[in-house]
């Protein structure tokens, strides 16, 4: 536990929308609050969706407000409302505070725009309590949550909520959605000040926190590092011997799967996509040649990353860290991942794995890695490993009661 001479931590709020394994900001909100529980300290998950795949801790106190996301309440005016500002989720957690103190307790925003809103962060606000953000995504500043296009499928570089924002059709259902993202976004900008009054944020690469920085107080902010976790795995693994390459991750365009799919098809190689999501049908139907296996549970992921001979990121939008990269270079598969996205902050092009720029680029440099000598190979493996060692979950806790540390204390 934290040692202070000062204000002594007692209580961690963890806000996330989901109390199971969602995507990857869900399962880091989800290992922080079963890890510091462990530790011995108050720890309560405050959340708007539960399900009996929740894999909290006995040790955290669960508090949901059991609502739906905002765009799949059955209740559609009910749904749209709660998606610009929860009241119901904002007065229960106002009803929440009034049990912890402000000088010892802190909170800690993981996600909140698929059903709780801004309305809770708005309630910590009100109350005065030290607040700290994981920057998980881009919903600080962007309207959609991406700065991306999803219509034309490329970045966005347009400043967030300007004009020309504004006028720009880029969401991934239709223009009124658009409009609805911005109401919602002018909410957590002009009503609850969320960027004029956090003054605590995590950032988790250098490549999103250059983003991001703009749209954050430019004078009382503090700006902490605290990169993701994953697992620790020992396994030993050849990876010359692997026969397949590997896609992970939700099969929508904004990840990049048909790129992952044209170049394996294309080079003639043999693909394994693990994961679900709207593009799963046209694709596989597509690409039949391909393996599309479907979500898979951890283990049975890390199963096919073993025997894997390399992991493929090849993500359109910018992403905020890649932690499915990581989990691959923990069992030492390296990675190859398209350039100018914040996981290419993890990749040594050549070193530890590859980068690439389009779909000839990787087709290159698919033909090239089979050409690749075993010694090659193993040392780019071990290489891979190593770097991932630099990610577990003792470094992320340790970095994380230290930024607590001084956040309770400032």
């Known amino acids: 536990m934290i040692d202070s001479n000062k204000n002594e ?3 961690i709020i963890i806000i996330n929308d989901f109390d199971y394994v969602q995507g990857g900001a869900s399962k880091v909100a989800i290992d922080t609050a079963n890890s510091l529980a462990e530790k011995n300290y108050n720890v309560i998950f405050f959340c708007g969706i539960s399900s009996s795949l929740s894999q909290l801790n006995t040790k955290v106190k669960k508090i949901c407000t059991n609502q739906y996301e905002a765009l799949k309440d059955k209740n559609r005016v009910r749904g749209l409302i709660n998606g610009l500002y929860n ?6 957690f106002n009803n929440l505070l009034k049990e912890y103190d402000n000088k010892n307790t802190i909170i800690h925003i993981h996600g909140w725009s698929k059903c709780l809103s801004s309305s809770v962060i708005n309630a910590g606000f009100k109350k005065k309590f030290k607040i700290v953000l994981t920057m998980h995504d881009y919903f600080t500043a962007c309207p959609n949550g991406g700065f991306f296009n999803y219509p034309k499928n490329e970045i966005c570089k347009l400043k967030a909520l300007s004009s020309k924002c504004m006028m720009c059709n880029c969401d991934s259902r239709n ?36 983003i991001l920085k703009p749209y954050l107080p430019k004078d009382k902010v503090n700006i902490y590092r605290v990169y993701n976790p994953i697992e620790i795995m020992n396994v030993k693994n050849d990876i010359s011997k692997n026969q397949y390459y590997l896609f992970v ?3 929508s365009p904004e990840k990049g799967v048909e790129t992952f799919c044209n170049a394996i098809s294309k080079s003639k190689k043999k693909g394994i996509v693990v994961g ?29 990353m073993i025997k894997a001979k390399a992991l493929i990121f090849p993500s359109l939008w910018y992403e905020t860290v890649g932690l499915t990269l990581l989990e691959a270079n923990m069992v030492g598969v390296p990675g190859i991942v398209r350039k100018n996205i914040a996981t290419s902050e993890f990749v040594q092009d050549n070193v530890n794995g590859f980068l690439f720029s389009n779909d000839e680029d990787l087709i290159k440099i698919l033909k090239k890695y089979d050409t690749m000598s075993k010694d090659t190979l193993l040392n780019m493996s071990r290489l891979a490993k190593s770097n991932a060692k630099n990610y577990t979950y003792q470094k992320y806790i340790y970095d994380l009661e230290k930024c607590y540390k001084n956040i309770i204390n400032s």
């Not at 009241?87 to 229960?92: A, G, H, L, T």
Request: net charge positive.
């Open 175 to 210: 223009y009124l959605y658009k409009i609805y993202r911005i109401i919602r976004q002018l909410i957590q900008k002009n009503i609850v000040k969320l960027n004029k009054k956090i003054e605590n944020v995590i950032s988790i690469s250098d490549f999103s926190e250059k």
């Open 87 to 92: 009241f119901k989720s904002e007065k229960i």
């Open 9 to 11: 931590l007692k209580n």
């Open 276 to 304: 679900d999501g709207p593009e799963m049908k046209r694709l596989s139907l597509k690409y039949p040649e391909i393996d599309f296996v479907g979500w898979k549970n951890k283990h049975e992921v890390a199963d096919y």
């Open 249 to 251: 991750g939700r099969l």
